[in-house]
């Protein structure tokens, strides 16, 4: 079974200041991660994956994630938080070995992330 | 590129009734895979379909069930309708491949009486 912790329920952080969102995982071979951001009363916006390759992956926005596979952790960092970036944050994971992807994505509860001005 | 529609937006039904939901994907997606966002929580999987067919389950009962069409346009049907069963229910549509993205769309509200 694979499985998302996100630690905080809420994460506060001041304008222009770095912020980063955990998250940590748990799947019996080697994952897949994604991030998505969700604003009131809406779907889920895709800002970044892990598949494979360099640890440190780009995303939209100015995110960007760390994958640890010792830690198994995948967290959502950015140098300079805006105001705009406040919004509700999902961290996702699915096991390498799952056929096509038929077991789905298994998210975490979310991270409210609010940037103060 | 159009991207991934759900229809109605709102919905409210009342205990034991029948609803669907209706997904369209994205141009170049052949799968289409349902959550529901209970309040406050994270999405849970409900099914995914490949090629018209289930080809995957999370822990739902088998009054959640769907369809999906040969243009990859997708249905979700739940009978006997509870509670609990208020939610966001979103479509996301992807290709294939286990590490392929899912986009999704904006969801459906239901609230059931």
């Known amino acids: 079974a694979q499985s998302v912790a996100q630690p905080e329920d809420q994460v506060n952080v001041a304008e222009g200041n770095p912020l980063t969102v955990k998250c940590t995982y748990s799947v019996s071979g080697n994952p897949y991660l994604f991030w998505y951001v969700q604003y009131p009363n809406r779907g889920l916006q895709f800002l970044l994956k892990?598949?494979?390759?360099?640890?440190l992956v780009k995303g939209s926005y100015g995110f960007e994630a760390e994958f640890n596979k010792s830690q198994t952790s995948f967290h959502l960092k950015k140098p300079s938080a805006l105001v705009s970036d406040s919004a509700l944050y999902f961290c996702a994971v699915r096991d390498m070995g799952s056929g096509g992807g038929a077991d789905g994505l298994t998210f975490g509860k979310g991270t409210h992330l609010i940037i103060q001005p | 590129e159009t991207g991934v529609t759900q229809s109605p937006t709102h919905l409210i039904k009342t205990r034991g009734q029948q609803v669907t939901l209706r997904c369209s994907s994205q141009?170049?997606?052949?799968?289409v895979s349902w959550y529901q966002q209970a309040l406050g929580q994270g999405p849970q999987f409900i099914f995914q379909?490949?090629?018209?067919?289930?080809?995957g389950r999370g822990n739902f009962p088998p009054r959640f069930s769907g369809l999906q069409f040969p243009n990859y346009s997708s249905e979700l049907n739940v009978n006997a309708l509870e509670l609990d069963d208020s939610a966001l229910y979103l479509c996301?549509?992807?290709?294939?491949?286990?590490?392929?993205?899912?986009?999704f769309g904006p969801g459906t509200r239901l609230t059931v009486l």
């Open positions: 141009s170049g997606h052949n799968t």
């Open positions: 996301a549509s992807s290709s294939s491949g286990a590490g392929d993205t899912q986009y």
């Open positions: 892990y598949i494979t390759g360099d640890n």
């Open positions: 379909y490949y090629r018209e067919e289930e080809n």
